[in-house]
């Protein structure tokens, strides 16, 4: 028998043999988790990712997040130094659902496929979104709501006064059980399609025809959503968990 002084992180064994892609994106995922290396994320047309983790090595701390596939790193507000918590992987944010939110400069026509983990409980009763976006009198919204139990992905535009709704709901289990559940919503070519813990739920169309100008969008926001058709843009926090937050540049497939 030998022994050896070593520190041994992320073991896993699979009952098939993986596909040199698949290796790679394991690398991506895990052995790369803590680096700020965007060609090695950017070749896997992964645009943005933030894990929450809390390292110090690469400069974050409760209120900066990096961004490790790019430039889009978060600033939380009104944090008070309990938000990070034990998450699906590493670390997560824990939302007070009063006024906690974390800022981006992701805008939204860079967003082809938007991943995240959640985990929620019967009182997070507000809506959460990620995508919050307008230019004054045109409006869009993009966020995830509840209907019940179910998750809810809500899009609303309004461009020259021609409006535009995408909705699409996963009605197949309670969400809202705090247990730690992963949500994929994909866009391709006017088509959205919602996935959830890894099964497609439902596709609807869209024609947000100012998806194609970055100067309409404000960023990415995590942890709250600006409703401007409901509320004319007051803030609705969440008290949900989030964790694991990734964009792609490319509509993924469903394997």
């Not at 043999?17 to 790369?32: D, F, I, P």
């Not at 800022?103 to 995240?116: A, K, Q």
């Not at 809202?176 to 559940?181: A, F, V």
Request: aromatic content about 14%; proline content about 2%.
């Amino acid at each position: 028998t030998w022994f050896k002084e070593a520190s041994i992180d992320e073991v896993k064994i699979l009952n098939k043999t993986l596909t040199a892609a698949e290796v790679k994106a394991e690398y991506l995922t895990n052995s790369n988790k803590y680096t700020k290396s965007a060609t090695e994320y950017k070749g896997n047309d992964l645009i943005f990712q933030m894990n929450f983790d809390n390292i110090s090595s690469i400069g974050e701390n409760n209120t900066h997040f990096e961004d490790l596939a790019g430039d889009h790193d978060g600033t939380g507000t009104n944090f008070d130094n309990d938000e990070i918590i034990e998450g699906k992987y590493g670390k997560a944010i824990k939302f007070d659902g009063t006024d906690d939110y974390i800022d981006t400069t992701l805008r939204m026509p860079e967003v082809s496929t938007l991943s995240y983990w959640l985990n929620c409980s019967a009182a997070d009763t507000y809506p959460m979104g990620f995508g919050v976006w307008n230019d004054g009198s045109n409006h869009f919204t993009l966020n995830q709501e509840w209907s019940g139990n179910s998750i809810s992905m809500w899009g609303y535009s309004l461009v020259g006064g021609s409006r535009q709704d995408l909705i699409i709901q996963a009605t197949d289990k309670n969400y809202l059980d705090s247990q730690w559940h992963q949500v994929v919503v994909m866009f391709d070519s006017g088509t959205a399609y919602l996935y959830t813990d890894g099964e497609y739920r439902g596709t609807d169309t869209y024609g947000f025809g100012a998806w194609d100008s970055a100067s309409y969008f404000e960023g990415l926001e995590i942890g709250r959503s600006k409703n401007y058709y409901y509320n004319s843009g007051s803030p609705n926090p969440t008290s949900c968990s989030i964790d694991e937050v990734r964009v792609w540049n490319k509509t993924l497939t469903a394997n």
